[in-house]
């Protein structure tokens, strides 16, 4: 990061005329290209989802340095319309296990519909998150709806789940590819969240992000991913 660029301090763009400043990233040799983008592939398809997480603690500077990741998303308007929790206290995350189980209870006992529980099954998912207390750590994000100018104006922020749905992403991709695993936990409604962590009304949660190790015994579903040709479509 250039001395400049270190100086410089976030502030809204909303209203402001159009300034564009110079763009010119070194083009990567095609050798060096082909070799990233295979490896990068590799890597990724490394990539799993863990419910069974060591209590060992991760080094937080790495967690810290996968959300900067994560805050390089494309955005709507480039509004940024995110915000990321970083949970290590262990009574507070013993509060969103409490919470998140006793939804997870009523959805698994009926509310989600025999349809979206057959699916579920050979994931091998129930009502018992122990993730949420085992990982030494929380991710929770939640997505701005709009946010408030000096003025007490709101400002309405565009193409939100989008956005966010992609900075989720590359959170992922960055944990993964720093030597850490992690999951995308969902329980419905959220609400809870938003009580617990003490987060402003313009926020919404939109995920519980265990991070850690997996633990030593650690397994998980026997999935198969679909291939290129199956995902891709070349016109």
């Known amino acids: 990061m250039s001395e400049t660029q270190q100086q410089r301090e976030w502030a809204p763009i909303h209203g402001l005329p159009y300034r564009s400043v110079p763009y010119r990233p070194e083009r990567m040799p095609e050798a060096e290209s082909r070799e990233t983008a295979a490896r990068l592939r590799t890597r990724m398809d490394e990539r799993r989802t863990v419910r069974q997480f060591s209590p060992d603690p991760v080094p937080e500077q790495v967690i810290r340095d996968a959300i900067a990741c994560a805050a390089t998303a494309p955005s709507g ?34 509310r989600l519909g025999e349809e979206w529980l057959a699916a579920l099954r050979p994931l091998g998912t129930d009502e018992v998150k122990a993730h ?13 709806r709009h946010w408030l100018g000096d003025d007490g104006a709101k400002h309405k922020h565009y193409y939100v789940d989008e956005s966010v749905g992609i900075a989720v992403g590359m959170l992922l991709s960055a944990l993964h590819l720093s030597g850490l695993a992690a999951l995308i936990h969902t329980p419905s409604p959220m609400r809870f969240l938003s009580e617990v962590l003490g987060r402003p009304a313009n926020e919404k949660a939109f995920a519980v992000i265990p991070v850690g190790y997996p633990a030593p015994d650690c397994r998980v579903p026997d999935l198969v991913r679909k291939s290129l040709d199956q995902v891709l479509v070349e016109v």
């Open 77 to 110: 308007a480039h509004q940024q319309p995110w915000t990321f929790v970083l949970v290590k206290d262990p009574e507070v995350r013993r509060r969103i296990r409490e919470a998140a189980e006793h939804e997870e209870r009523v959805s698994y006992g009926g």
């Open 132 to 144: 949420l207390t085992d990982a030494p750590a929380l991710i929770v994000v939640f997505q701005q």
